[in-house]
Nanobody
Framework: QVQLVESGGGSVQTGDSLRLSCTAS????????MGWFRQAPGKEREFVASIRWTGIGTVYADFVKGRFIISRENVDFTVHLQMNNLTSEDTAVYYC???????????????WGQGTQVTVSS
């Protein structure tokens, strides 16, 4: 079974950058879309960005446009989320997910990683 493993989270200060990575044990069969979601305490899980393994069709949530960049490396089945100019509102557990058609809702993804914590302090 294909597994997704996130890494790269940590504690940073406002204005700093972090690069999250999600490594798949293989390209999930029938799940060509990789997405990043986040969930802050007491809040719903929300969409951040998505990309296809082909590298086309990137989608971003409005609140991260211009600050976050999603990319993928097919050689080692890794998807990255470069996060710049972080604010305290970006504090959350970040999850990567794989889905057949993608989208902005969690139920549109069938495979999830365990999550990585990002904490931004002022």
């Amino acid at each position: 079974q294909v597994q997704l493993v996130e890494s790269g989270g940590g504690s940073v200060q406002t204005g700093d950058s972090l690069r999250l990575s999600c490594t798949a044990s293989d390209v999930p069969d029938g799940e060509p879309v990789m997405g990043w979601f986040r969930q802050a305490p007491g809040k719903e899980r929300e969409f951040v960005a998505s990309i296809r393994w082909t590298g086309i069709g990137t989608v971003y949530a409005d609140f991260v446009k211009g600050r976050f960049i999603i990319s993928r490396e097919n050689v080692d089945f890794t998807v990255h989320l470069q996060m710049n100019n972080l604010t305290s509102e970006d504090t959350a557990v970040y999850y990567c997910a794989a889905g057949a058609v993608g989208g902005i809702y969690p139920h549109q993804y069938s495979r999830w990683g365990q999550g990585t914590q990002v904490t931004v302090s002022s």
